[in-house]
């Protein structure tokens, strides 16, 4: 049985930082790209940032130069730094994995987090 499941979440006043780790477990296959995406009350799920299995990193516009996003290969596992946090950064932060062959999609529960003006 696949399982996502994301963790690192809270509450942070503006400017402050916080770090989700993200591990993925149960799939057969390698896991080709994964990601982080965020909804917001109201709004719909949008991407943050992903990274490819080789480490290619692609990010949202809006958090260029203030999230980093990483993984950890042996361990099906992917982080997000997030600094210099902002309000508009209050959402529920998901992870997604995909399957490489099968391209199969898996998605965390979320996690959420809050920023305090």
């Known amino acids: 049985q696949v399982q996502v499941v994301e963790s690192g979440g809270g509450l942070v006043q503006a400017g402050g930082s916080l770090r989700l780790s993200c591990a993925a477990s149960?799939?057969?296959?390698?896991?080709?790209?994964m990601g982080w995406y965020r909804q917001a009350p109201g709004k719909q799920r949008e991407l943050v940032a992903i990274?490819?299995?080789?480490?290619?990193?692609n990010y949202a516009d809006s958090v260029k130069g203030r999230f980093t996003i990483s993984r950890e290969n042996a361990k099906n596992t992917v982080y997000l730094q997030m600094n210099s946090l902002k309000p508009e950064d209050t959402a529920v932060y998901y992870c997604?994995?995909?399957?490489?062959?099968?391209?199969?999609?898996?998605w965390g529960h979320g996690t959420q987090v809050t920023v305090s003006s």
């Open positions: 149960g799939i057969i296959f390698s896991i080709n790209v």
């Open positions: 990274i490819t299995r080789g480490g290619i990193e």
């Open positions: 997604k994995a995909v399957e490489s062959g099968t391209m199969s999609e898996y």
